[in-house]
């Protein structure tokens, strides 16, 4: 089985060390993955933006880049989401379709196509709550949303519940959006920073130490609010966690 | 803030209803009550799914068939001795309203249930013509006593205190002042009503459901407004957007199990009336309203938005809308749904609300129809884009951003000279400029990107 690993952008400039624990993490189950150089942006941050058309060469980009792979890996349910979903206005080769087909978050990778009992064990001995990220949730269903009437189910904590020494503490609204919605943080800057503002009294309200979540781009903004105000809280992402052994 | 100025826009509205972080806080739990209650109600109903897709597939049909339901209808209707009118725009249901008040010399009137109305623009076109409108619902009488628009479909003042309904009150009811114990306003309100309905020579309601096999209405209410005004007076009339009909009487039984739960978790609404003829002496009127639909109807993207039932889930659950207020929407549906419907129909006016969300899709998931409204907010973000409807700073820095998309190394170099700029003075990055940077930390740039590890100590050639 070859991987082709997708770090999104912004996790390959600001977040290394996410891309760093992604790839670990899926080199340990020895699997064979690769890092395609030539990979840009999925194209969601403009087609977010009501240019879609303008973000079909990214598009077709992005399928040049992991057409010849089994799955597509991304530590990003938004990423993810958005070539499943959104991948849809162009036309549907067979390369498209295989594309949008085998495009994986990494914790729907490791719970469907690997197994999660199959990782290695990971030590986080620290008090956490759990960020959803909304494309994660409601997008590719990695939960049970609380807006439905269906059994619950949650494949981060899946995964989570096996790291050793982790207390995964509830908060209270745990599936109230942060705020951060892409470009809606900076075209509604305050409601969006309000948003996490909440969210982020949420979790110091119920006494973690650090906020877990599938999407780096949730956690920038929670954690430059957090910074802002000077709160005794950390974010990590759900693949450092995994990748703990210390 | 109650104007519906559109030359404000959802985000500048917004950041002025935040400056009052308690009030917005006040906001944000009041409106969330509604969807706690929902939540505590449909666990309990383990077919709720069921029911959704069930009420989803019945109105999918109504959509596809709704000519022939609607001449049904009138046909039904006019057996049963009621007149039916068809206005195809907001003018007309206004001057056919008119007409029939004068017919009748009619000079004071009562409504309830009246958001069809308030989208038409009724109340200021009758009483420009020297009728008193007395709108009945609680919470429209406040913002009709205050002169400000609807904040939430159902719960039209949610956006005042206590304390400014009790001010409101003494001021225009006589109330002690001070007294803000909902019991004894409520009282002091139905008082004053009393005595509106006792005079009201005719009464206007909306509908929540008009059935094609009998040609009946449906009214759902808590307060029995709609009845005391319906069965008092000679002259009823009752406007109905084309969009409400369902087929058969049996599908009432979806749509009930499902309406009162997600609009205020109630298992079901106090009063759930059936008007299906008038009363002896009297005369029944039906104003069938298109005012855009059947155009809304056209548009194979958007037509899903005509299932809806106004119960108000969406909006409760959202939580730009809990934490911004209604009149942020400028337009009289708010929130969520109402960011489809009004830019849909007018989108010189409401382009700015398709944007004003961060596509969560909470209400997607809440709505009983099963509307996929977070789809619909995103697909209209692309179509008036394409329309030309968004702003040139916008359109210019994101096409620069997409033209290096496709060409990696275009891309990586405008990703390296971003995060070199984050290696600036904090003077610059933090200017006013800078909307991220307001209330939010920009991430440290790191030694090396990913990829430049991944060069180090990956890759074999
Ligand atoms: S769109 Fe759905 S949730 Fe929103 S008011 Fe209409 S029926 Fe209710």
Avoid at chain 1, 65 to 77: C, E, H, L, M, R
Avoid at chain 2, 159 to 181: A, I, M, P, W, Y
Avoid at chain 2, 215 to 240: K, S
Avoid at chain 2, 446 to 451: I, K, L, R, T, V
């Amino acid at each position: 089985m070859k991987i082709g690993l997708f770090i999104p952008c912004y996790v390959n400039q600001f977040y290394p060390k996410v891309g760093i624990a992604t790839l670990e993490l899926l080199e340990g189950l020895g699997l064979d993955v690769e890092y395609p150089m030539e990979q840009t942006c999925c194209g969601q941050p403009i087609a977010n933006s009501g240019m879609e058309k303008d973000a079909i060469p990214s598009y077709q980009h992005f399928v040049r880049t992991f057409k010849s792979y089994d799955y597509i890996v991304a530590p990003s349910g938004s990423c993810a989401y958005h070539v499943r979903n959104h991948y849809d206005i162009i036309p549907q080769s067979a390369d498209v379709e295989k594309v949008r087909s085998k495009t994986l978050d990494l914790a729907e990778f490791l719970n469907d196509i690997i197994g999660s009992d199959k990782i290695r064990q990971a030590r986080f001995p620290h008090k956490a709550g759990l960020h959803q990220s909304c494309h994660g949730l409601r997008g590719l269903r990695l939960a049970q949303s609380s807006e439905r009437v269906l059994p619950a189910f949650s494949k981060w904590e899946n995964l989570l519940g096996k790291v050793d020494g982790l207390s995964l503490v509830p908060i209270t609204f745990p599936d109230e959006c942060c705020g951060f919605g892409g470009t809606f943080s900076v075209t509604e800057p305050e409601v969006s920073s309000k948003m996490g503002s909440d969210k982020v009294d949420d979790y110091l309200n119920n006494g973690v130490e650090y906020i877990i979540s599938g999407d780096m781009s949730c956690l920038m903004h929670l954690d430059g609010i957090i910074r802002r105000r000077k709160l005794p809280l950390k974010t990590i992402h759900i693949a450092e966690v995994l990748n703990s052994h210390g | 803030m109650g104007d519906f100025n559109h030359h404000l826009t959802h985000a500048a509205r917004s950041a002025s209803f935040l400056e009052d972080e308690p009030r917005t806080n006040w906001h944000n739990g009041a409106v969330m009550n509604f969807r706690k209650k929902r939540d505590a109600t449909i666990k309990a109903i383990p077919e709720w799914e069921e029911l959704r897709s069930l009420a989803s597939s019945i109105k999918e049909n109504v959509l596809g068939n709704l000519d022939s339901y609607l001449e049904q209808f009138e046909k039904a209707a006019t057996e049963n001795g009621v007149r039916v009118h068809w206005a195809a725009d907001a003018a007309a249901h206004n001057s056919i309203v008119h007409e029939i008040l004068n017919r009748h010399q009619v000079t004071r009137i009562v409504k309830s249930k009246s958001i069809l109305t308030e989208e038409c623009g009724l109340n200021p076109y009758l009483e420009s013509r020297g009728i008193e409108v007395i709108d009945t619902d609680l919470g429209e009488r406040i913002i009709q006593m205050r002169d400000e628009p609807p904040s939430h479909i159902i719960a039209p003042a949610i956006h005042l205190k206590r304390e400014e309904v009790s001010e409101l009150f003494h001021d225009r009811l006589q109330t002690e002042k001070g007294n803000t114990d909902p019991t004894y306003l409520t009282r002091a309100a139905r008082l004053h009503l009393r005595e509106k309905f006792l005079k009201a020579q005719a009464a206007i309601t909306g509908v929540n459901f008009a059935v094609a096999e009998t040609g009946g209405v449906v009214i759902i209410t808590n307060e029995g407004n709609a009845d005391m005004g319906c069965n008092l007076p000679p002259v009823q009339i009752h406007c109905v957007g084309i969009e409400k009909i369902i087929p058969r009487w049996e599908h009432l039984g979806v749509f009930l199990r499902l309406l009162a739960p997600s609009a205020s978790g109630q298992k079901s609404s106090i009063y759930t009336s059936h008007y299906h003829q008038p009363k002896s002496g009297g005369e029944m009127h039906i104003v069938l309203v298109d005012n855009g639909r059947s155009d809304h109807l056209g548009s194979p993207d958007f037509r899903n938005t005509l299932k809806c039932i106004r119960c108000s889930a969406c909006i409760n659950t959202c939580p730009v809308y809990r934490r911004t207020g209604g009149y942020s929407y400028h337009s009289v549906v708010a929130g969520p749904i109402g960011s489809i419907l009004n830019p849909a129909r007018h989108p010189e006016q409401y382009n700015d609300l398709p944007f004003a969300s961060s596509l969560c899709g909470s209400c997607t998931d809440v709505c009983p129809v099963k509307i996929d409204i977070h789809h619909q907010l995103y697909h209209l973000r692309q179509t008036l884009t394409e329309k030309g409807y968004v702003t040139y700073v916008k359109k210019t820095i994101m096409k620069m951003a997409a033209g290096s998309m496709s060409h990696p190394g275009k891309f990586s170099r405008s990703m390296k000279w971003m995060k070199r700029l984050l290696g600036a003075p904090r003077w610059l990055l933090y200017s006013p400029f800078n909307v991220w940077g307001k209330t939010r930390e920009l991430p440290a740039p790191p030694a090396e990107s990913f990829s430049d590890w991944y060069l180090k100590n990956r890759k074999k050639t």
